[in-house]
């Protein structure tokens, strides 16, 4: 007689040591999201009431009175934006230059050396750029920034208003605490990450392609626009956007910079500028319960931008030939 | 040129020797009359001299069209002008003169590349004058002993270096430091652990929600804890209140970072691991975390660098004091990022010069960590396969030594004895001496 075979039941007994080892580790998880989510709903719901009171208006409004209902971060956000955009404007050239150059160029000496170097260099604390920055930087940038703002008076967001070209004595505070000086720094302190992250992406580009692209007779920048560059674009993109969220939120560099305005000011070069951290970092110290709630909506908002860019950026890279096997 | 062919067996022992096929030699055209000139080695690498000539030459006339447009043409005025002209000029002189004698992709080729090495060479020049910068202007407070030992509570803002340091700013920096790894080390690795070793849905949830936390500003972290735990929970700004922030921080960077090195240990050493009878609990014991620690010890030390040095969090949370405060539980403490902060805010010089001199302590800290990530991470496997080999042979000469050494007295015994056989298994001994060779 012939019994029906029936699926042999397949389960795993773990010993007691596993379950245990099993159970400490899933803890943990569950600790972490935990206090994850605390953070998000926290400030999700201590936004909230400040964003009942504003309404959308909080989107639009340019001025910080939180106490008497007046009050958004239509200035803040674009100052944070326009900070972020000079920072990275300036910084992914010189990133793209530094990175092929330490992958392609340095001599085989060196190349440890500067790895290291670039590496140290994006561990250095933001506030010693900062220093730099506010002792440094700025007075000898006011030169730069006359000669950009009287050449390219014509394109308004370089223009300044009330400079006089043909006045030679006209006031220097006119160019100083402004977007630009404020993108510089941060565009120096994001420069190393950067430059470390694309590096990174370019030295693991295949040797056999790049071999067969010299043995075809292409030069050597043939060879990196052709080989090193198509297959670092996740990299560049990812160091970018990295770079990008970095920028977005920093906060002591630029709260030692800028002169605070609550106006949205489209003149980078001009002094007078703002950004939704440093505007925290201004205003938590005296805020009101209720001023506290609408500084929370403006970390919110930050915090939003800062995920889109990072969401966007890993989606990118993983679909990217460099970054799918990370 | 002969080519023989492999030869093919027929199966049949003592078959004839397998066939030959021999092609005519390739005879390379010999001029006869042609004088044969001496051969010389082809320089491969290296700088040629026209090379050289061709950047150096292009320099000068850049800079001397520069003065020429400043001078008589356009009215040129300030460094910042002078240099974009005369870096535009630069590679347009290049170019023409690269282009007399290459064509189009080799003139391209050196273009980009006179522009990547300036490009680098701005770079790494800022850098090091980032931090030539911040030393040189600390160099005065660094100078003095007390700037480690003493705190700040004696000295005004008019009082010289010789009195006042940041010694209270290191100690706080270092606790508030020790209390963050001590919360963030364990669960930042168990939960790394967690979302590699017991994968699902729950894991991907997780792994989403920390990798959206990683885009956290700091500051909005030191307003989560000012927000709740010095507003709403009462406790007082602190050490304890800043490492909350600090950890809120660095938990985010340190899983995401442990995650990736703990899913790049080989499935195969696993297998191998799990073959063998051991359970998953010794599988990530002895064999998933020694060999991914010297990453793990990386993503730990960079997330510490980036706790040590971040200022926004400390800011809101830890309180300002001028005097030493090592409890952690009670009475603001202040750390180096904010110790900076504060100093570089007055006016007076020598506050400013403390500032930067807080700041070259601060980057030492960093880097120091960086050479212990350095020599922690170089301990990998190979370094120890090899350390292990050293010492195995250290043991085995320590062994054979007293072989040896009886060997050499029996032989200074009997100097004059040519028949001195080499043991068998003594592979250590020396060479039998020749019989008139004195010993």
């Known amino acids: ?326 | 040129m002969t080519t023989t062919l492999p030869p093919v067996t027929t199966g049949a022992v003592g078959a004839p020797a397998p066939p030959r096929t021999v092609v005519p030699r390739t005879s390379v055209p010999d001029p006869a009359g042609a004088p044969r000139r001496p051969e010389r080695r082809r320089q491969l690498g290296g700088t040629r001299i026209g090379d050289a000539l061709a950047l150096v030459g292009s320099g000068v006339a850049a800079l001397a069209l520069t003065a020429v447009v400043a001078t008589q043409l356009a009215p040129l005025r300030g460094v910042p002008a002078c240099v974009a002209v005369a870096t535009a000029l630069f590679l347009v002189v290049y170019a023409a003169v690269v282009s007399l004698d290459a064509d189009a992709p080799a003139v391209r080729d050196r273009l980009v590349m006179v522009v990547v090495h300036g490009l680098a060479f701005v770079v790494l020049a800022t850098l090091v004058f980032v931090v030539v910068f911040t030393l040189g202007r600390g160099l005065q407070a660094l100078l003095h002993a007390n700037f480690y030992t003493q705190d700040m509570s004696l000295a005004g803002p008019l009082d010289p270096l010789t009195v006042g340091g940041v010694g209270h700013a290191i100690v706080g920096s270092l606790i508030q430091i020790t209390i963050a790894l001590a919360v963030t080390v364990p669960l930042g690795l168990a939960t790394a652990v967690f979302l590699t070793e017991v994968p699902g849905a729950f894991a991907r949830f997780v792994r989403t929600v920390v990798e959206a936390m990683t885009a956290l500003p700091s500051i909005v972290a030191g307003l989560f804890v000012y927000a709740t735990a010095i507003l709403a929970l009462g406790i007082d700004k602190s050490g304890l209140a800043a490492s909350m922030a600090i950890s809120i921080m660095m938990l985010p960077i340190m899983i995401r970072s442990a995650d990736v090195v703990l899913r790049l240990v080989p499935h195969t050493l696993k297998e191998a691991s799990v073959g063998l009878g051991a359970g998953q609990w010794r599988t990530v014991w002895r064999v998933v975390l020694p060999t991914a620690r010297s990453g793990l010890m990386t993503a730990i030390i960079l997330a510490t660098a980036r706790g040590i040095g971040e200022t926004s969090p400390v800011l809101l949370t830890s309180g300002f004091t001028a005097s030493l405060n090592v409890n952690p539980l009670h009475g603001p403490m202040v750390s180096l990022p904010l110790a900076i902060f504060q100093f570089v805010k007055s006016p007076e010089p020598t506050m400013i010069a403390r500032g930067f001199g807080t700041a070259a302590v601060l980057m030492a800290l960093v880097v120091l960590l960086f050479v212990l990530a350095r020599v922690v991470g170089a301990q990998d496997v190979a370094a120890r396969a090899r350390r292990t080999e050293r010492v195995d042979r250290l043991m085995d000469y320590l062994r054979l030594a007293p072989l040896t050494l009886s060997r050499l007295v029996r032989r200074g015994d009997a100097p004059d004895s040519p028949t001195d056989t080499t043991g068998p298994g003594d592979v250590t001994a020396a060479p039998a001496p020749t019989p008139g060779e004195p010993s």
């Not at chain 1, 999700?44 to 008497?68: I, K, M, N, Y």
């Not at chain 1, 001599?107 to 920055?133: H, N």
């Not at chain 1, 580009?205 to 674009?233: F, H, K």
């Not at chain 1, 890279?317 to 970054?323: K, M, Y």
């Open chain 1, 1 to 326: 007689m012939t019994a029906t075979d029936v699926p042999r039941r397949l389960g795993t007994r773990r010993p007691p040591s596993d379950r245990a080892f099993r159970g400490v580790v899933r803890g943990g998880g569950v600790l972490v999201l935990a206090i994850m989510s605390c953070v998000g709903v926290f400030l999700l719901v201590r936004a909230w009431q400040a964003l009942r009171v504003a309404g959308l208006g909080f989107l639009t409004t340019q001025a910080w009175e939180p106490d008497s209902g007046n009050f958004g971060i239509a200035a803040v956000l674009v100052g944070t934006v326009l900070i972020a955009l000079v920072a990275v404007s300036v910084a992914l050239p010189l990133a793209l230059g530094t990175s092929l150059y330490i992958s392609e160029y340095a001599p085989t000496r060196l190349r440890r050396g500067l790895i290291t170097l670039v590496d140290l260099m994006a561990a250095v604390p933001s506030v010693v750029f900062g220093l730099w920055g506010v002792f440094y930087l700025q007075g000898h940038l006011t030169d730069v920034a006359r000669w950009i703002s009287t050449v390219f008076a014509w394109f308004p967001p370089l223009s300044v208003q009330g400079a006089d070209p043909s006045d030679p004595l006209s006031p220097v505070t006119l160019y100083t605490s402004s977007t630009f000086v404020a993108g510089l720094v941060v565009a120096f302190m994001i420069t190393p990450i950067m430059t470390s992250i694309m590096r990174e992406v370019f030295m693991q580009a295949p040797v056999g392609e790049r071999e067969g692209a010299l043995a075809l007779g292409s030069t050597r920048w043939g060879m990196i626009r052709s080989v090193v560059l198509p297959y670092g674009l996740g990299g560049i993109v990812g160091g970018t956007m990295l770079g990008l969220g970095r920028a977005l939120g920093e906060t002591i560099a630029i709260y030692m910079i800028i002169s605070p305005v609550f106006t949205v000011q489209w003149h980078v070069l001009q002094n007078g500028a703002n950004s939704v951290s440093s505007l925290i970092a201004l205003r938590y110290g005296e805020a009101s319960p209720f001023g506290m709630s609408a500084l929370m909506a403006a970390g919110l908002a930050l915090f939003l931008l800062t995920l889109a860019v990072n969401f966007g950026a890993s989606s990118i890279v993983a679909r990217s030939r460099s970054g799918a096997h990370s």
